[in-house]
């Protein structure tokens, strides 16, 4: 059984910086494309940044330049590296395969941006 454990959330001013981390154990890692998602307060999920098992990243309009998503299959990890944070940022951000399939949703870990 896959399990997803998101780590790295917490509170941060307009302009400041986080770095979240998710492990995955269960599984055989490398072989799959992995995404971070978010959903904000009576919204829906959104994924908001992918990584291929090459490492080809992609990421939605709204935080590119802003976030960098990383990985590394030997640890089962990935990285969402966010800097310059907005309050529209605002949300719990999960970790899960990209696409579809995805597995069973972990916990999140809150992510709020305010003065």
């Known amino acids: 059984q896959v399990q997803l454990v998101e780590s790295g959330g917490g509170m941060v001013q307009p302009g400041g910086s986080l770095r979240l981390s998710c492990a995955a154990t269960?599984?055989?890692?490398?072989?799959?494309?992995m995404g971070w998602y978010r959903q904000a307060p009576g919204k829906q999920r959104e994924m908001v940044a992918s990584?291929?098992?090459?490492?080809?990243?992609s990421l939605v309009a709204s935080v590119k330049g802003r976030f960098t998503i990383s990985r590394d299959n030997a640890k089962k990890m990935v990285y969402l590296q966010m800097s310059s944070l907005e309050p529209g940022d605002t949300a719990i951000y999960y970790c899960n395969r990209a696409g579809d399939n995805r597995w069973a949703w972990g916990q999140g870990t809150q992510v709020t941006v305010s003065v």
């Open positions: 269960g599984t055989v890692f490398s072989v799959y494309a």
């Open positions: 990584i291929t098992s090459g490492g080809a990243t």
